[in-house]
C-alpha cells in the first residue's frame, strides 16, 4: 500500500526540498508522485536532456525511504515545442487553434506528437530504468480531460478518413451502403469527400457521427498503447498507471479501453470543485468509485484525492472537518488500495492557485495537516483488509458505443443515461450492496443480477452472453431504449425491439414516446406487484407480451392495453424489461424483487450512513462511514459528523 502525496518540487525553491520531504515523511507517507509536468525542465531545448533535477529529488526522497510514482510528461509539452511545430496543437469546431497555455492541447493525431513524446518517454526510460525507487509509472495526465478528446484539425480529417476506409476495406460503396447515404443524397465517390460531423445544417449521418466517436476514442487509446509498450519495452516488469478524471461515462474516449493497457487504474477523485455549490451526494461519489474499479474489476489507485478546496478561476466549497479525511476512507472502502493526496502544498503561481493542498501557500501546519497524518497512521493498520479484491454480485452494464449513440441523439430532453446508470446504483449503495459499474466486454462470471440501463446498440456477441447468463441462473434487467439499434447506429429493418432479444424477454415494443417535464404518467400494478401505484417518466415504450409475465402496466386509458414493466423466467434465472423511467419507490420495489430473487442481503441503514465490508477470514472488517455534517447513528454506535468507524467484522 502506498501512502503519499502529489508534490511538484519544480515549483519551488530549491531551498525547500530537505523541509518539504522531511513533512512529507511525518505525514506518515511512504511514496510521492512527481514529473507529471515537467516536460521543459527536462528538455529546455530541443534534444539537450537534462535530468538532474529529478535525479536529486528521487535521492532525496530514497534516502527517507519514499517510493516515486513518475509521470510522463506529455500533458503539458514545452514552448519550443508549439513554436517549431504549430500544427501539434488541436483545434476547437471552427478550425482555430487552441493557443499553447493550458494543459492537454495537442492533438492525438498529430505525428510531430507522437516523434517529440518518443523521445522524451525514451530517455526519461533509459535514464530510469534501473532507479528501484520509480515504483510505477504514470502515462500522461487524465487523458480526454476539459474536452481535450475532441479536435477538428486537418491531422484528424484524415486521420478519421483513413480510420474509415481502412474500416470499409477501400470500398466507398460499402460505406454508404451501411451508411445510408441515399438520404439527403449524401453518397460519397471517394474517402476523401467524407467531412467532420462538425455543425452543419440540421445535422450529419447518426453512422458517420459514431464512427466519429469511435475514431476519437481510438485516438486516445492509441497514444495510450503507446506509451505503455514503450515504457515495457525499456523497463522491465514496469507497473504502469493513468490518473483517470472524473466524468469518464461522458468522454469521447473509452476509457475501459485505455485500461486494458495499463497495469493499475487510477483515479483523481473530487466530490466538489470551484462552482459547485455543495459535494456531490455520497452515492454520486461512491459509483464514481464503482465505475474506476469497474475498468480492469479490480482495485485501484487513487492518485489524487482531495484535502482542500479547489477550483482554478472560482474558489471552490472547502470540505467541513474530517469530511476529505471520509471521502479518502470512502475511497479506500471502494477498492481504493493505495492513494496520494493532491497536493502536498498549494501553489502561489499559475492557475491551480486555488487548488489548495494539505499545507497552504503560508506553509503552516494546520487541520488538513493533521488529518492526512491520522488517516494515514489509521488505514495502513488495515493493508491487508483492503488489498483484498471487491466480490459484487451485482453489476451496472455500460456499453461505449450505446453512450455515444445518445450524444448523438439524445432522444428525450429528460434522458441523462448516466443519472439513470445512478437510479439503480443508489438502491444498493442505500442497502448497502457492492455494485460494480463495467463495460460489457467484461467477464460476467461471478455476478448475480446485471442491469443494462439504456444499451441502444444490439451487439450479438453480448446478447448471447446475457442470454446464458440468465439461462444459468442470474437476472438480466433491461430497460426501455435497450436494442434498438445495429452496430452501426442505424434501425434494423424487419426486426422487432428490443432486436434479437424479443422472444428471450417475452416482449416487443409496438409504440414508443419521449415525455417531458409535468408529462409523468400512472402506474398500476399486477401479478406479484397488485396494489403498487407509482408513476412513470421519461421515456414509455408500449410492451407487447408474448410469454412474459406482466408486473405493471400504464393505467391512462389509451395505453392499458401495454405493459410497462414485465419479467420473463429463462431457464434459472430471469429477464426483466423495464419500459419507462420508473420513480423511486417503484423502481425500488422492482429491485427488492429481483435481490430476493437471487438472496442478495439488503441493509438499510441511517440516511448518510455508509457501511461497507472488506477482507476475509481475520483480516474481515466493516467499515462504517458517516456522510452526514451531523451524529448519526449504527446498530447503536454513535458516529460523529464525517467519522468513519472500522472494526473486526462480525458476519
Not at 466517436?213 to 509498450?229: D, N, Y
Not at 422487432?496 to 414508443?512: K, L, N
Amino acid at each position: 500500500m502506498f501512502l503519499g502525496v502529489d508534490y511538484y518540487p519544480e515549483q519551488w525553491s530549491p531551498s525547500m526540498l530537505e523541509g518539504d520531504l522531511d513533512n512529507i515523511c511525518e505525514l506518515g507517507c511512504n511514496a510521492i508522485r512527481i514529473a507529471e509536468f515537467g516536460w521543459h525542465l527536462m528538455e529546455k531545448t530541443e534534444g539537450q536532456f537534462d535530468f538532474s533535477f529529478f535525479d536529486h529529488v528521487i535521492a532525496r526522497a530514497k534516502a527517507r525511504g519514499l517510493s516515486v510514482v513518475m509521470g510522463t510528461p506529455t500533458a503539458t509539452i514545452p514552448a519550443w515545442l508549439a513554436k517549431k511545430h504549430p500544427e501539434i496543437l488541436s483545434e476547437f469546431e471552427d478550425g482555430s487553434k487552441r493557443v499553447f497555455g493550458g494543459r492537454h492541447v495537442y492533438c492525438f493525431n498529430s505525428k510531430a506528437m507522437y516523434t517529440y513524446s518518443e523521445r522524451i518517454i525514451r530517455a526519461m526510460a533509459e535514464h530510469y530504468k534501473d532507479e528501484e525507487a520509480i515504483v510505477a509509472w504514470q502515462i500522461d495526465n487524465e487523458l480526454g480531460h476539459e474536452d481535450s478528446d475532441i479536435c477538428w484539425c486537418p491531422q484528424c480529417r484524415e486521420g478519421f478518413r483513413a480510420y474509415l476506409k481502412e474500416k470499409f476495406h477501400g470500398d466507398i460503396q460499402a460505406l454508404n451502403e451501411t451508411y445510408g447515404t441515399t438520404f439527403w443524397s449524401q453518397e460519397y465517390n471517394d474517402f476523401d469527400e467524407i467531412p467532420l460531423p462538425a455543425p452543419t445544417i440540421t445535422t450529419h449521418n447518426p453512422a458517420l457521427r459514431l464512427d466519429w466517436e469511435r475514431f476519437r476514442s481510438e485516438s486516445i487509446v492509441r497514444f495510450a498503447a503507446f506509451q505503455t509498450k514503450l515504457l515495457r519495452e525499456i523497463i522491465p516488469n514496469v507497473t504502469i498507471i493513468h490518473d483517470f478524471p472524473g466524468g469518464g461515462l461522458g468522454k469521447h474516449v473509452d476509457y475501459s479501453a485505455v485500461s486494458k493497457h495499463l497495469d493499475i487504474a487510477a483515479y483523481n477523485n473530487y466530490p466538489v470543485w470551484g462552482g459547485q455549490r455543495e459535494p456531490l451526494a455520497p452515492n454520486e461519489i461512491a459509483f464514481g468509485l464503482d465505475y474506476i474499479r469497474g475498468l480492469k474489476q479490480r482495485n485501484f489507485w487513487i492518485t489524487e484525492a482531495i484535502m482542500g478546496a479547489q477550483g482554478h478561476d472560482v474558489t471552490g466549497f472547502s470540505p467541513r472537518p474530517n469530511q476529505a479525511k471520509m471521502w479518502a476512507y470512502q475511497g479506500m472502502a471502494r477498492g481504493c488500495e493505495s492513494m496520494f493526496f493532491f497536493r502536498y502544498r498549494g501553489a502561489t503561481k499559475g492557475a491551480e492557485q486555488f487548488c489548495y493542498g494539505v499545507l497552504d501557500a503560508d506553509n503552516v501546519k494546520r487541520r488538513k495537516f493533521y488529518e492526512v497524518k491520522e488517516f494515514f497512521h489509521s488505514i495502513r493498520q488495515y493493508a491487508s483488509a483492503l488489498e483484498t479484491p471487491i466480490a459484487s454480485r451485482v453489476a451496472i452494464v455500460y456499453d461505449y458505443d450505446s453512450l455515444a449513440a445518445f450524444r448523438i441523439q439524445r432522444q428525450s430532453v429528460l434522458l441523462d443515461c448516466q443519472a439513470e446508470m445512478q437510479k439503480y446504483h443508489k438502491f444498493f449503495y442505500d442497502r448497502n450492496v457492492a455494485v460494480d459499474v463495467i463495460p460489457a466486454d467484461s467477464d460476467l462470471s461471478g455476478y448475480q443480477v446485471l442491469i443494462l440501463p439504456q444499451m441502444i446498440i444490439a451487439k450479438p456477441e453480448f446478447q448471447a452472453k446475457i442470454k446464458t447468463f440468465a439461462q444459468q441462473g442470474g437476472t438480466v434487467v433491461l430497460t426501455y431504449r435497450d436494442f434498438v439499434k445495429d452496430n452501426d447506429n442505424n434501425l434494423v429493418l424487419g426486426k422487432q425491439v428490443p432486436v434479437d432479444f424479443d422472444s428471450f424477454a417475452g416482449v416487443c415494443v409496438v409504440e414508443t414516446e419521449s415525455l417531458q417535464e409535468g408529462q409523468e404518467f400512472p402506474l398500476v400494478g399486477e401479478d406479484l406487484f397488485t396494489g403498487v401505484q407509482g408513476q412513470g417518466s421519461i421515456f414509455r415504450d408500449m410492451l407487447e407480451v408474448h410469454g412474459a409475465q406482466v408486473l405493471l402496466r400504464y393505467a391512462d386509458p389509451f395505453y392499458q392495453e401495454f405493459a410497462a414493466v414485465t419479467r420473463k423466467q429463462q431457464k434459472d434465472g430471469f429477464v426483466y424489461y423495464l419500459g419507462c423511467g420508473l420513480e423511486e419507490p417503484v423502481l425500488n420495489r422492482i429491485l427488492e424483487q429481483v435481490s430476493a430473487e437471487q438472496h442478495i442481503p439488503l441493509e438499510l441503514s441511517q440516511p448518510g450512513v455508509e457501511v461497507v465490508y472488506r477482507g476475509t477470514g481475520k483480516d474481515r472488517v466493516r467499515m462504517v462511514l458517516n456522510h452526514n455534517a451531523c451524529q448519526a447513528e449504527y446498530n447503536s454506535q454513535s458516529l460523529a459528523p464525517f467519522q468513519c468507524n472500522i472494526s473486526p467484522a462480525t458476519k
